[in-house]
């Protein structure tokens, strides 16, 4: 009975698997924070991802894959998800799901983009969009305790306008304690006092990124174009090339 219970957690990440809808938080306007309670979930990595499938009362199925938002404590799965317009699953996760809903999953998923406590050297995080939510749960696996506690890390995190800042209330408390060093770049509307409007270039990764000599691992996560254009202004200036890890979507 024991082994067949510790095959069923081994192999969770391979079938599909319902779990309740627990709590849901705005982020945006755009985008809200997912809180799930999954049986047997497996456990995950900070930067896995996860499989939702919706079903159709006709019968039609779609899926979708969004990166997971928390670190593993044993309670809780977090997703935080932007609405896509004339998207098939996001308008529905976003404005409908609602508490005591259940949800169909499959994960956790990936191995390549991920970071766990104890890995050697800081750690560089930047992010575009939503590309944000990995590198939220690669914070929270840092500040959950452990080898990982001390890692230097750094956030660099692009959006288009303050209002469209996810885990804004996350963010302003990492700043507020000097722990983690986080820094907004703003592309299309800045607050006020903030004169930079613009996207990433050499200079702010000259500023506001580790250098080549910190010997960091920088996880990137974004727009496919975000993504390309970052991943060469790092390597441009001088970055290890296998130090560069890059999630895309859309």
């Known amino acids: 009975m024991e082994r067949t219970a510790i095959r069923r957690r081994l192999s969770a990440h391979k079938s599909w698997q319902v779990a309740s809808v627990v709590d849901v938080r705005r982020e945006t306007a755009s985008a809200r924070t997912i809180v799930l309670d999954v049986p047997d979930w497996p456990g995950h990595l900070a930067g896995q991802h996860l499989d939702v499938r919706l079903t159709a009362p006709d019968g039609y199925r779609a899926s979708r894959s969004y990166s997971i938002a ?26 409908v799901l609602k508490v005591g809903d259940p949800l169909e999953l499959r994960g956790p998923v990936g191995g390549w983009f991920v970071w766990k406590p104890g890995q050697e050297g800081p750690v560089q995080l930047i992010g575009g969009g939503s590309g944000v939510v990995p590198l939220r749960s690669m914070l929270q696996a840092r500040t959950a305790g452990g080898a990982g506690t001390s890692t230097p890390m750094r956030l660099l995190y692009s959006v288009r306008r303050p209002e469209s800042v996810i885990y804004v209330q996350d963010l302003k408390a990492l700043a507020a304690a000097d722990d983690v060093d986080v820094h907004l770049v703003y592309t299309r509307e800045a607050p006020a006092g903030e004169s930079r409007v613009g996207r990433i270039d050499a200079s ?9 000599e910190d010997g960091a691992t920088t996880y990137v996560c974004g727009p496919t174009p975000f993504v390309e254009t970052v991943a060469d202004l790092l390597v441009a200036a001088g970055h290890d090339p296998a130090r560069v890890r890059t999630e895309r979507f859309g």
């Open 70 to 95: 928390s670190a593993w404590t044993g309670s809780t799965v977090e997703l935080t998800v932007e609405k896509v317009p004339d998207g098939e699953v996001s308008p529905y996760l976003v404005d």
């Open 204 to 212: 702010v990764i000259e500023k506001y990124a580790f250098g080549p």
